[in-house]
Nanobody, 125 residues
Framework: QVQLVESGGGLVQTGDSLRLSCAAS????????MAWFRQAPGKEREFVAA????????YYDDSVVGRFTISRDNAKNTVYLHMNDLKPEDTAVYYC??????????????????WGQGTRVTVSS
């Protein structure tokens, strides 16, 4: 079992930066790839970024390449999403998830059994 708790969301302006954190409980954090998803109002949840178990490999949706960076600290059981140059279209609830199966570069293959409760990011224009 893994419990995930996101934090760091808020209201920012276009061009600002935010860092989201996702703290995991349990000793098995380093066993999982970790991913960030988001869900905008009235839209389906979508993949944002993922990072490998050891933190060496990361993968991003095209919409955030060059602006977002995912990282993890296995000693702290935490995964981060550094978001720069935020745009109004980044407004969403952001969720972290533990990827129990799937190929890192194929988000549609992910099996995510553990999810956080989400943290809201609002970017004003």
């Amino acid at each position: 079992q893994v419990q995930l708790v996101e934090s760091g969301g808020g209201l920012v302006q276009t061009g600002d930066s935010l860092r989201l954190s996702c703290a995991a409980s349990g000793r098995s954090f380093s066993m999982y790839h970790m991913a960030w998803f988001r869900q905008a109002p009235g839209k389906e949840r979508e993949f944002v970024a993922a990072i490998s178990r050891g933190g060496v490999i990361s993968y991003y949706d095209d919409s955030v390449v060059g602006r977002f960076t995912i990282s993890r600290d296995n000693a702290k059981n935490t995964v981060y999403l550094h978001m720069n140059d935020l745009k109004p279209e980044d407004t969403a609830v952001y969720y972290c998830a533990a990827v129990v199966a799937g190929t890192l570069t194929q988000p549609t293959s992910y099996v995510c059994d553990y999810w956080g409760q989400g943290t809201r990011v609002t970017v004003s224009s």
